[in-house]
């Protein structure tokens, strides 16, 4: 709906005979300091991988997100790369050359094993840098218990944009506070924008890959939202500085009617007592959506301590079928391999949904070296598109504009 360290190794630094340890920094999906940290799962995987390799050994540093990408774009930047790094974005580094292909660290079993539409959001300039790690991808989260009080289907929920206005009016006069949670504030509002936009067929970039932020249907999108949502009082009353988190807590006091959310926070809403409805696609502007968003983290090989032949053999350890289940069932996150999504499938029908989207799910362009600035200007600048009294024309123009230069500057 989402990671310290110089390379280390003997003499030269190369793969040979002698021991090399390597070094990487991974990204905490649990709360640091307590027993859900991601540092339990990565220090029992890289002692087993100790054992089954002797002479090879793996440090592993676990930071929180906030501070993960800092940390290893600090490391880059002083000449000192980790061999490995479990993090947001890649695409900066494959850019400046700091980065094995993974053809050059991966098997073939595993590199054909990566879902198609992951393995292409990991491209840049079509060379595969990004290893797809976890993912997860986006449905529309709605509270059967409110919409049956209301006198709603609580069957299959909303399926169109016509149904969510309709229900939010519902909703909103049988007492519920906010029908619809919109949080476009600065934690992801990439994200919600995102959503909305691929309901109405548009999105962040063109056919080519160019960015087209103030296309028609995206324009469009956002004024059908002040008309029909925030304008009617049926949302979030200050979308721009709302974060997910709190729509979330708000849905789990009974506050909120619906809003898209992703499987971490279905366990989280079932774990509360929520009857929580999930719809099968994405809402759209007349009916369902072509595909959802999926969020991607990545795994990236740096080629700075000549580490190739010993992280191959990690990087094939690390996506083994038991692993890539492992991790992903420990954080309610979904597989990125084909193994892994069919054996999920027969595993978790509850997740169903969301893995039969992830398979034709768009994905931010985090392909373009760009895209770290221009998605710091959406997460600033949109809320105030879908705000009564914010023209959406003038500021995804204005989005489009920042755009455009930022990508002249990266030279795409």
Not at 13 to 20: A, F, L, P, W
Not at 108 to 130: C, D, H, M, W
């Amino acid at each position: 709906m989402s990671m310290s360290l110089s390379g280390c190794g003997m003499a030269g630094g190369s793969d040979g005979e002698e021991e090399v340890v390597l070094k990487m920094i991974a990204a905490d999906y649990g709360k640091p300091g307590t027993k859900t940290s991601s540092k339990y799962y990565w220090d029992d995987l890289a002692e087993e991988f100790a054992n089954n390799n002797p002479g090879l050994s793996v440090d592993i540093k676990v930071l929180d997100w906030k501070d993960v990408d800092a940390e290893v774009k600090k490391l880059v930047d002083a000449g000192t790369p980790p061999d490995l790094a479990q993090i947001g974005a890649y695409a900066d580094y494959a850019d400046q050359g700091e980065l094995y292909t993974l053809d050059e660290v991966l098997s073939i079993p595993t590199q054909s094993n990566f879902v198609a539409s992951l393995a292409e959001a990991g491209e840049v300039k079509r060379t595969p840098y990004g290893l797809p790690f976890v993912s997860s991808s986006r449905l529309l989260f709605y509270n059967k218990r409110l919409f049956l009080d209301a006198g709603l289907s609580a069957d299959k929920g909303p399926q169109s944009w016509e149904d969510i206005a309709h229900d939010a009016q519902v909703l909103k006069a049988n007492g519920v506070k906010t029908p619809f949670g919109l949080p476009l504030g600065p934690e992801e509002a990439q994200g919600e924008a995102l959503l909305w936009m691929l309901g109405n067929g548009g999105g962040y970039t063109d056919e080519v890959g160019g960015y087209n932020l103030d296309s028609p249907e995206n324009i469009e999108t956002f004024k059908w939202i002040q008309q029909n949502l925030t304008g009617q009082g049926l949302s979030t009353k200050n979308p721009r500085a709302t974060n997910r988190q709190q729509v979330f807590d708000e849905f789990l006091k009974g506050d909120v009617g619906m809003f898209f959310g992703h499987p971490t926070l279905m366990r989280d809403a079932q774990d509360q007592g929520i009857d929580l409805g999930i719809v099968s696609a994405l809402p759209g502007n007349g009916g369902p959506a072509a595909s959802t968003m999926g969020v991607v983290d990545w795994m990236m090989a740096f080629k700075k301590n000549n580490h190739q032949k010993a992280i191959g053999k990690f990087l094939d350890f690390v996506f083994s079928d038991d692993k890539v289940l492992q991790f992903a069932t420990r954080y309610d996150l979904l597989p990125t391999t084909v193994s892994g999504v069919n054996r999920l499938r027969r595993e978790r029908e509850d997740l169903v949904p969301f893995l039969t989207q992830l398979e034709s799910a768009v994905f931010y362009p985090a392909e373009k070296t760009s895209w770290a600035a221009v998605a710091a200007s959406i997460k600033e600048k949109i809320g105030k598109a879908a705000t009564s009294g914010g023209d959406p024309e003038e500021i995804l123009g204005d989005l489009q504009a920042e755009a455009q230069k930022a990508s002249q500057l990266k030279e795409e």
